[in-house]
């Protein structure tokens, strides 16, 4: 049995193992939490931590401050590097619509290759400053491109001779052929058709003939197929035939051979002014030298019959054409229609224009206004409105004449509805008629009978 004393000392050694083994499991708790604590701590920067990145950028900023005060413009360059970048010079020319300002900013860009040498770019500025009625600005310009590198090019020479052209200042044009020696560029036959076109074009004939006799002398240039055949235009516009068709002759004897730009020119000349024997007797003559009619030949030949009211012959050449694997184009389906619109058989002229469609043709502006036109002189206005509001939905309109007499016509029948609905869609054109016009349609309409 154990006395009072040794239970009381057994109560005290198992107070104290109790103590002993909490106090060790906080211990060990407490080292856990510090451990995790820590660790987590571990993974946060403080704010002043450098990272990777501003490490990166610090070396980079310090590389950059060495370079700097060993070269000091390389730090000025670099500045200029980071403004942003303005427009691109092109974009500038296109947009600017100030006359002064588009010279100073293409002058500014005048050996700028992507300006200079973009043929659109330098076309439409100067047809801007043309249209502007600033010609002394076009002169500036074309003279200062003279004077740079791309002066002493052949090529860029003779666009400038066709921009002087089409700005109607032949005389620039011409001096600036003849002193091509001036600021050492070479003149061949390239440069010279290219003055003899500019001449043709302005209609300054008699110059353009002494430009075409004095070509050798002069300017030792020989002559090619193209200087004749634009020679041959010009006496076909002076209504010089004969002298036109013996040129033809001298190109044979120089010994180059005509083309069918030469023939095709001369047939449209003689056909022209009523000389069908000679038209046809050059169309036999090029067929027996084996040079093929193009479609620009037929074009001619289709036009002189048409003109003749002859449309079924013109249909038996477009026949022809299809043969020689030639494929009419909308000129030739418009001369068509409208030669047998003109001898009153509508049917024949409705059949090919829904057959254009099956030949890969569209009917284009004039061919509807040529079908709404002689629909409407010949009574059929119900054909006439179909047409015509098919036209007008493509954004083309026929003249005002036209759209008068449809409406009248459609009012006459009692065909209301479509003539509104032709005014409507005449209302909405854009640009729109005139205030005066649309009044009078508008009378029309609200008159209830054709005036």
């Known amino acids: 049995?154990?006395?009072?004393?040794?239970?009381?000392?057994?109560?005290?050694?198992?107070?104290?193992?109790?103590?002993?083994?909490?106090?060790?499991?906080?211990?060990k708790a407490r080292t856990k939490t510090d451990i995790a604590i820590s660790a987590h701590a571990s993974n946060q920067h403080p704010e002043s931590f450098p990272t990777i990145a501003a490490c990166k950028a610090s070396v980079l900023k310090k590389q950059a401050k060495q370079e700097a005060e060993k070269d000091p413009s390389a730090s000025s360059s670099s500045s200029q590097?980071?403004?942003?970048?303005?427009?691109?010079?092109?974009?500038?020319?296109?947009?600017e619509r100030d006359p002064e300002k588009l010279f100073q900013l293409f002058n500014a860009n005048a050996e700028n290759r992507l300006v200079v040498e973009n043929r659109f770019a330098f076309e439409d500025t100067v047809s801007r400053l043309t249209g502007a009625r600033r010609f002394d600005l076009v002169v500036k310009l074309l003279e200062h491109q003279k004077t740079l590198p791309q002066g002493?090019?052949?090529?860029?020479?003779?666009?400038?001779i066709m921009l002087y052209g089409r700005a109607r200042m032949t005389d620039h044009a011409l001096r600036t052929f003849e002193d091509m020696h001036l600021f050492g560029c070479p003149r061949t036959v390239k440069s010279f058709n290219a003055m003899l076109n500019v001449l043709s074009q302005n209609r300054r004939f008699e110059e353009a003939k002494m430009l075409f006799s004095e070509a050798l002398a002069k300017?030792?240039?020989?002559?090619?197929?193209?200087?004749y055949n634009t020679i041959v235009k010009v006496l076909c516009e002076m209504r010089s035939l004969e002298s036109a068709y013996l040129v033809m002759v001298d190109m044979e004897k120089a010994g180059i051979r005509p083309d069918v730009v030469t023939y095709t020119t001369l047939m449209s000349a003689f056909y022209k002014h009523g000389r069908r024997e000679v038209g046809d007797g050059l169309w036999n003559l090029m067929v027996l030298k084996g040079c093929s009619p193009n479609l620009a030949t037929f074009n001619v030949r289709i036009q002189f019959l048409i003109n003749r009211r002859r449309g079924w012959q013109a249909n038996d050449l477009v026949q022809k054409m299809n043969a020689t694997c030639i494929r009419?184009?909308?000129?030739?389906?418009?001369?068509?229609?409208?030669?047998?619109c003109m001898m009153g058989e509508l049917e024949m002229a409705k059949r090919i224009f829904w057959a254009m469609h099956g030949r890969g043709c569209k009917p284009n502006e004039k061919i509807y206004q040529t079908m709404v036109h002689y629909f409407c002189k010949a009574g059929e206005f119900d054909v006439a409105f179909r047409l015509c509001k098919d036209s007008m939905q493509k954004n083309w309109f026929p003249n005002v004449d036209t759209i008068d007499n449809l409406l009248?016509?459609?009012?006459?029948?009692?065909n209301k509805r479509s003539a509104r609905e032709i005014f409507k869609l005449v209302s909405n054109k854009h640009p729109p008629y005139s205030i005066e016009e649309l009044k009078d349609f508008q009378d029309i309409l609200s008159s209830g009978k054709a005036l």
């Open 328 to 340: 009419p184009d909308e000129l030739t389906y418009n001369l068509i229609i409208k030669g047998f």
């Open 81 to 95: 590097d980071s403004v942003p970048f303005s427009e691109p010079a092109l974009v500038q020319i296109k947009t």
């Open 219 to 227: 300017f030792g240039i020989e002559l090619d197929g193209v200087s």
């Open 408 to 414: 009248k016509g459609l009012v006459k029948i009692s």
């Open 1 to 27: 049995m154990f006395s009072l004393a040794n239970l009381r000392r057994l109560c005290a050694a198992i107070d104290a193992f109790a103590a002993t083994c909490i106090a060790a499991s906080i211990s």
């Open 152 to 160: 002493r090019r052949e090529g860029f020479v003779v666009r400038i």
